[in-house]
């Protein structure tokens, strides 16, 4: 028992760690404010592009969303950051990071997009045709409210994932929270730095998880 | 010339040849971990619902302390901490071992709430009538509430469930000889980036038909339940 509380919840280790994980902490909030708006965005117009007219844009979108859910975010990660440079582009830890994000995020979040455009009637979209709304005006302020309201805790939930995912960066060296830890547990050959950086995960991330556990029960009934 | 650089530096014919075994040999790892994971998840998911349904308050607050800790932490912070923290208190596993158990438990908190959400959706009076014919707890849960809890999940469990054998790929952190672990040795080895190619399409190989299948058991079930 002592062992584990020495070796996983040291807390003199922890306090020395502290600033370097904070300073990974704010790396990570930064990455987390490029890649979900970024993420929403991309996602967004990928599922208003399904719902264009010409045929071969949606099949061609349809087929780059099931590549990108297909293949797991540290391997795009790794090869957009491994890759490029032989094809003489040398992308920054932090451009790599935000360039897999959103051709991950994109696939998933307008993945979600979709299924709450669907769930509209196309009742809702004659109605607003009707008017005298253009298609994107129906679409801006007539549909998507509705739909977003309808997906929002998907929505929630993989915006969770997205922060969670930031983790994956530290594998291409970029100093966020996990690289920090994962630096300052290989600096004093003892666990607790990463522990700590957990529980500032759990403290950010476990008041959305128990919303979105709550939203998605009221759903189901 | 620009043409045949690019060829060479992505798909050069000779590493294609001498590699593609031990690509071939990561893909069976990833295979054999994933599915590993699958089964011991969902059945660890499963089991947590049918204790949650039987309502001991102790019981199942340290249930929902265990699901929510684990859907709220990143899984490479945690394959992390069990990889690298485990042997200092004197427990050694070895990689592959380490990515099972911790993909597991987080399957098995994501599927738990599945599950439980499944079942809290059959209505009560499903209970009341199985009850009444004389079924106990246990044969009511079994035959009457669980058949009905586990086809509503079979949508969103689908999707989790690939989306954390995806995560097969963070061995490759702590030296899984899986796809993306042989791909990026390999590539370093040689300072050439077609085993990347050939790990990106090994995974799509592997992954494509997987989300289509989802795709395909989504749709079916959603029109089932209409």
Request: charged share 10%; aromatic share 10%; with cysteine.
């Amino acid at each position: 028992m002592d062992a584990v509380i020495t070796q996983f919840f040291n807390v003199t280790i922890m306090a020395s760690a502290l600033p370097l994980v904070l300073r990974g902490l704010g790396m990570t909030l930064v990455v987390c404010v490029v890649v979900i708006p970024l993420g929403l965005t991309g996602g967004l117009l990928v599922a208003l592009a399904m719902r264009v007219r010409l045929a071969v844009v949606r099949v061609v979108v349809a087929a780059l969303i099931d590549f990108f859910r297909a293949v797991p975010p540290l391997v795009l990660l790794i090869f957009i950051h491994a890759g490029l440079p032989f094809a003489g582009i040398r992308p920054t830890a932090f451009v790599s990071v935000c360039l897999a994000f959103l051709l991950n995020n994109s696939a998933y979040y307008g993945e979600i997009y979709r299924a709450g455009i669907e769930s509209i009637g196309r009742g809702q979209w004659d109605a607003a045709r009707s008017t005298g709304l253009s298609a994107a005006q129906a679409a801006f302020y007539v549909v998507l409210p509705q739909a977003v309201r309808n997906v929002l805790p998907d929505l929630v939930s993989n915006t969770v994932e997205v922060v969670k995912l930031t983790s994956l960066a530290s594998v291409v060296a970029l100093p966020e929270m996990l690289y920090s830890a994962d630096m300052a547990r290989s600096l004093t050959y003892n666990a607790s730095p990463i522990v700590l950086a957990a529980c500032i995960y759990l403290v950010l991330l476990w008041p959305v998880v128990r919303l979105v556990s709550r939203m998605e029960h009221r759903v189901a009934h | 010339m620009q043409h045949s650089i690019f060829i060479d530096s992505f798909f050069k014919p000779e590493i294609i040849a001498r590699y593609a075994p031990d690509i071939l040999r990561a893909m069976l790892v990833t295979i054999e971990v994933a599915l590993l994971v699958v089964v011991t998840g969902l059945a660890l998911g499963l089991l947590l619902a049918v204790v949650r349904s039987f309502r001991f308050t102790p019981i199942n607050a340290l249930i929902v302390v265990y699901v929510d800790m684990f859907r709220a932490l990143p899984p490479l912070v945690l394959v992390l901490l069990v990889y690298f923290g485990l042997p200092n208190v004197g427990i050694n596993l070895p990689s592959g071992a380490v990515l099972w158990l911790v993909l597991s438990l987080v399957l098995g908190a994501f599927a738990e709430e599945i599950f439980w959400a499944g079942i809290l959706s059959v209505r009560k009076g499903q209970w009341e009538a199985a009850r009444s014919t004389g079924l106990g707890f246990g044969q009511t849960l079994a035959y009457v509430i669980l058949p009905q809890a586990i086809r509503l999940t079979v949508p969103p469990l689908t999707n989790r469930t690939i989306a954390i054998t995806k995560n097969t790929a963070l061995g490759s952190v702590i030296g899984v000889p899986e796809i993306l672990n042989v791909a990026t040795t390999t590539e370093s080895f040689l300072g050439n980036a077609t085993p990347l190619t050939m790990g990106a399409i090994a995974y799509v190989a592997l992954f494509v038909p997987v989300v289509l299948f989802g795709r395909w058991l989504e749709t079916r079930f959603a029109w089932r339940r209409a």
